[in-house]
């Protein structure tokens, strides 16, 4: 127990030297400010209950994060091989690989990738360094935020009404390509814009006065300063673009297809393909009598590329963060 | 030296421009995305839809032989009911885990919390369509003695799910947002963490946390993959979340493909499109124009 | 008044960025080769002025400029080529600012932009204005080290490295030696002096001594308007013709 603190008495008494009595306070919470009251104890209760019960809800959303990845890896395990990845799937896709389906994924993002990344990035470049602040900048910045919005199966309808019906690309890569980037354009469009946000005013306003242009600029101190940024959204493009299913089940993804194993240059742009994602939602819903381990092995080898390329943007996000050149 | 200033004057508005169309590009493609899919359903809608029919009656016999309806109302219903499931779990959850990470948290593990966010945002809703038809399905079933475990239940668990990483981003973002005098006067006071939460924090962030949940919500409408799969297959409204249901996303992903091009069916499953458009576009629109509010401040 | 050529004319020159105005309505004349000090307290439109010069103003949203600046003779608005012109004036502002690329980089920036490739002509360039901006000693054995680790004092002096870098005909200087310390300020001073036979220099600053010291003429701005703009020997004297100048320049205000 702490002493009473020695206050000097200022009423009438002059310099008698004894201390006010303060243990017969009778207000409560006011008493000695250093020992616990009924009331403290109260607060504090309800504050340990607040911090469990939230602590609680963030472990809830943890948990099956975990418990789904071990399921699925547990259910998967009869199948997961090199051999699995690289060949055909035979009698009807109830036995054998996912090669035409993992080739054509990749034939999807990385066209996806062309088309979108050069669009995203100027788009961004432009919302960034040329746009002033007016009407036209608030709208295409809301159409960035309401092209992300649009549900996926939207953008399908727009794939098959623009590009397989109207540009006459049929069902195929290419406009299964064209609807993914379109579709993906706001994740690389974000990224971009942090990126270039993030370079100071001072090196472009010094570049200026030494007779550098607008692009000039961008181009030497800008966007060389943006890289790991732009990557960063190009990773997370990536990692959509191959999740998705919606955007391609019209436009060019088909149920079954087969191709030479191992080729890697199987596919032509106005041919149709498969897809990780379509091969998922196939063998779990269309194919009757399919050893369980097929649909989670697939489900498990997208899974396993979507995080995969996510840790890796992460980490490159970390590394970019210590390694700053100002 | 002369000629590489003509040089420059002559391409930077040459570059220049081609920025620029890139700039507006996403305008154009917004438009595009309305203007391609409401013209596939067009001509059905001027000509013999009934619009009042299509939009409130819950019967839909699109492939009947002798007598086709197209009334959406049970859709709708089947969206909302998941939707509304949806939101009632990652609501509460969503904001409860963006206080504790917000307020309790130590830094290391703020960053560990947000990256497992960031990986479960990155789930493709197939997957999450596949969690729901096998392990969401297999649990119901046993938990709730159900005949079938494709609901609304099924769905809005796993919907919950995919919407709990925007909730909680942006519950962050905008809990982050409250300036830490508010904070620090409360302490001040004598105010206990919760209380600060309860009377400062919550009430000052109320905005961003509504953006984030009309978001999460946006989100749910949209989705279509996971609740194709995970909700069954019954065109009816919903009485109870054990009943299977479609959503207006999953019906045209399951039917466009057998819906003979430009015959009715195939053109109201454009117009549903469309109308979905409509929906998510003004949820989202709002929701933007409320997280402006904050941003600006 | 000198005998030589008008190097810059500025003629009623108002700038306004809204409601206010940051100039207005002023008028001023520099000579080849001298040393034109500009002084004033904070807010009086110094910066706004040398940014019209070399029209980087047109960066800065919402700005509105009117009347007319001529280098040379020629209106600054309708020249071939407004980067050239940009490199025909080295600007120097009191914040430091090394750009994220090696200091050798940083130096040959501009004379790259303009063109400039054999490996040794750069190379004496780089070593020319480091020496002259004070910093090659300090820095000659590094070149390859990025601009923006060095400190202030450097990073300013690199700066002024960068300004010479595209061999200017005017330098203008905005408040040069805040983040310098007062031997540098000194060597640097010394090299404006040198320079005055060859380039014009406009020289804005806080520092009334400054002016006094390098100063052939000095210019005394106030919220926009010129008050004075006269020889050192008038502003500096105890008779300038107008009371404001003798109570600033005395430290009666800013």
């Known amino acids: 127990m702490v002493s009473q603190p020695k206050i000097l008495k200022t009423s009438n008494s002059a310099g008698s030297g004894e201390a006010p009595d303060f243990s017969q306070n009778t207000v409560p919470g006011h008493g000695n400010p250093f020992t616990e009251i009924p009331i403290d104890r109260r607060k504090k209760r309800t504050e340990f209950l607040a911090k469990s019960l939230f602590f609680l809800m963030t472990l809830l959303i943890v948990f099956p994060l975990m418990t789904i990845i071990a399921y699925l890896l ?45 669009i995203g990035v100027l788009a961004a470049v432009y919302l960034n360094e040329y746009a002033h602040d007016n009407w036209l900048t608030r709208m295409v910045n809301l159409a960035v935020v309401n092209l992300a919005g649009v549900p996926s199966i939207v953008h399908a309808l727009f794939g098959v009404g623009a590009f397989v019906l109207f540009a006459n690309m049929g069902r195929s890569v290419l406009a299964a390509s064209l609807t993914l980037a379109i579709m993906t354009l706001p994740v690389i469009i974000a990224a971009t814009k942090e990126a270039l946000g993030a370079v100071p005013m001072a090196f472009r306003e010094a570049c200026w006065n030494l007779g550098a242009s607008r692009w000039q600029t961008i181009r030497r101190i800008v966007l060389p300063n943006s890289i790991g940024g732009i990557l960063t959204g190009i990773i997370l493009q990536v990692s959509r673009a191959a999740g998705e299913t919606a955007p391609i089940m019209f436009t060019g993804a088909v149920f079954y297809k087969v191709i030479s194993e191992g080729d890697f240059f199987a596919y032509g742009l106005f041919d149709q393909c498969m897809a990780l994602s379509m091969h998922l939602f196939t063998i779990s819903t269309q194919v009757p009598g399919v050893p369980e381990a097929i649909p989670y092995g697939t489900a498990v080898v997208l899974l396993g590329t979507v995080l995969l390329v996510n840790i890796l943007a992460i980490v490159m996000r970390i590394t970019l963060r210590s390694r700053k050149k100002w | 030296m002369i000629n590489r200033h003509r040089l420059e004057t002559l391409t930077e508005p040459i570059i220049e421009g081609v920025i620029r169309l890139c700039g507006i590009s996403s305008i154009i493609f917004v438009f595009g995305i309305f203007f391609f899919v409401f013209q596939e359903g067009a001509g059905f809608l001027f000509s013999e839809l009934d619009v009042v029919e299509f939009l409130t009656s819950p019967e839909w ?187 207006l996303t999953a019906t045209i992903a399951a039917e466009l493909g057998e819906a003979p091009v430009n015959s009715d069916h195939y053109q109201v499953l454009f117009l549903i499109g469309a109308l979905l458009f409509t929906i998510t576009f003004f949820v989202n629109l709002i929701a933007d124009l409320i997280v402006k509010g904050i941003r600006q401040k | 008044m000198r005998e030589n050529r008008k190097k810059i004319e500025i003629s009623d020159l108002t700038v306004t960025f809204g409601q206010t105005a940051a100039l207005k309505g002023i008028s001023i004349d520099v000579f080849e080769n001298e040393i034109l000090s500009i002084i004033g307290p904070a807010q009086s439109g110094k910066t706004t002025l040398l940014k019209v010069i070399n029209r980087t103003i047109e960066f800065v949203p919402g700005a509105k400029v009117a009347g007319t600046v001529t280098v040379d003779g020629e209106n600054v608005m309708d020249v071939k080529s407004v980067y050239q012109l940009r490199r025909k004036i080295g600007m120097v502002f009191p914040l430091p600012v090394g750009l994220p690329l090696s200091i050798y980089d940083n130096v040959a920036f501009a004379p790259r932009l303009a063109g400039m490739r054999s490996r040794d002509e750069l190379d004496a360039l780089v070593e020319s204005c480091l020496r002259q901006a004070a910093l090659w000693d300090e820095v000659k054995d590094r070149l390859d080290s990025l601009g923006t680790m060095l400190s202030g004092g450097q990073q300013q002096r690199l700066t002024i490295a960068r300004a010479l870098s595209h061999q200017p005909e005017i330098l203008c200087l905005d408040e040069f030696s805040i983040a310098i310390d007062p031997v540098t300020t000194m060597r640097i001073e010394d090299v404006l002096k040198e320079l005055r036979s060859k380039i014009t220099i406009i020289l804005v600053t806080n520092l009334v001594q400054q002016a006094r010291r390098l100063g052939d003429r000095t210019a005394f701005l106030f919220n926009g308007d010129l008050i004075e703009i006269d020889t050192n020997a008038v502003i500096f004297s105890d008779t300038p013709k107008n009371k404001m100048t003798y109570d600033y320049v005395i430290g009666n205000f800013g």
């Open chain 1, 74 to 118: 547990y259910k998967a395990f009869p199948v997961l091989s090199l051999e699995f990845l690289f060949t055909n799937p035979t009698n009807g896709m109830r036995a054998g690989g996912i090669w035409p389906a993992f080739l054509g994924t990749i034939y999807l993002v990385l066209i996806s990738l062309l088309v979108s990344a050069p």
């Open chain 2, 61 to 247: 016999y699109p492939t009947s032989v002798s007598h086709k309806r197209y009334g959406v109302l049970a859709l709708i219903a089947g969206t909302a009911g998941v939707t509304v499931l949806a939101m009632m779990i990652a609501v509460p959850f969503g904001l409860g885990s963006a206080i504790f990470v917000s307020e309790f948290c130590t830094p290391k593990i703020k960053e560990a919390f947000k990256i497992i966010i960031e990986l479960l945002a990155a789930i493709p809703s197939v997957v999450w369509g596949f969690i729901g038809l096998t392990m969401m399905n297999e649990l119901i079933i046993e938990v709730f003695d159900a005949p079938i475990g494709l609901t609304v239940l099924n769905g809005g668990i796993i919907l919950a799910l995919m919407s709990v990483p925007i909730i909680v981003s942006i519950g962050e973002d905008s809990l982050k947002a409250v300036p830490d005098d508010y904070r620090e006067a409360a302490e001040a006071l004598g105010a206990t963490r919760w209380q600060i939460i309860y009377r400062v924090l919550l009430p000052a962030a109320k905005n961003g946390l509504l953006a984030a949940v009309l978001l999460g919500i946006a989100r749910a409408i949209g989705e279509t993959m996971a609740v194709l799969m995970a909700t069954g297959h019954a065109v009816k409204i919903p009485t109870s979340p054990l009943d299977s249901v479609r959503t």
